[in-house]
């Protein structure tokens, strides 16, 4: 965060203002490690927050379906869009024998001594 103006034309804050909001949503948005990952801290949460909002990289307003007081279902704004076409099935969905055989030695390492790790039996 050395750089003060590059930190306020990505976030739209400032450093102060960013720490500031750090302190009030600090406790809503930590996590706690697992044993399968470390979490995101609520540091790299924030940025990642304000940076999507500077952007506009959001839904607007009735862009999604929406539900009126009365409980009428109505249509939003992304049904009006042009959607993909549909494709033709290729092939079949089986894979090819070179496929199975990359598998089958993946399999073969991932339950060797070389490959498999202390905890991964808890998992399966």
């Known amino acids: 965060m050395n750089d003060m103006t590059g930190f306020r034309e990505m976030l739209r804050v400032t450093v102060e203002e960013f720490y500031e909001l750090l302190a009030m949503v600090e406790p809503l948005i930590t996590r706690t490690d697992t044993v399968m990952r470390r979490s995101i801290s609520a540091k790299e949460r924030l940025s990642v927050t304000l940076r999507f909002l500077a952007t506009d990289a ?35 969905k089986n894979p090819t024998i070179a496929a199975k055989e990359q598998r089958d030695h993946l399999k073969e390492y991932f339950v060797s001594p070389a490959g498999c790790v202390p905890w991964q039996d808890q998992y399966v």
């Open 58 to 92: 959001y839904l607007p307003p009735g862009y999604t379906d929406w539900e009126d007081e009365n409980h009428q279902l109505h249509n939003g704004a992304w049904r009006q869009e042009i959607t993909l076409q549909s494709v033709n099935m290729g092939g079949g």
